[in-house]
Nanobody, 127 residues
């Protein structure tokens, strides 16, 4: 059974940083694309970032480019999201997701492409 468990969320002041982690278990994730999504109250779930198995391809939504960095450690089955220069509009529940194929460009942003999801971790940025 595939399991994704996020951690690292919390309350931070605007301009601060957080590092989210996602621990994947239950199978080998070779070839999988890993992504981060977020959902703010009253809004739809939105794509944040993704990384392919090799780590050679990353993709970010425009609002986080230059501030967030996605990375992965395949030996540990871990995915990370380093978030710097946080803004109040980054406040949301952040979800880790896994897709059983390599996703590139605009295909990466569709939640339906991701078969597995974590339970989410809350990130709150105060102004």
């Amino acid at each position: 059974q595939v399991q994704l468990v996020e951690s690292g969320g919390g309350l931070v002041q605007a301009g601060g940083s957080l590092r989210l982690s996602c621990a994947a278990s239950g199978r080998t994730f070779s070839g999988y694309t890993m992504g981060w999504f977020r959902q703010a109250p009253g809004k739809e779930r939105e794509f944040v970032a993704k990384i392919t198995w090799s780590g050679g391809s990353t993709y970010y939504t425009d609002s986080v480019k230059g501030r967030f960095t996605i990375s992965r450690d395949n030996a540990k089955n871990m995915v990370y999201l380093q978030m710097n220069s946080l803004k109040p509009e980054d406040t949301a529940v952040y979800y880790c997701a896994a897709a059983a194929s390599s996703l590139y460009g605009s295909t990466s942003v569709d939640p339906a492409r991701y078969a597995y999801w974590g339970q989410g971790t809350q990130v709150t940025v105060s102004s």
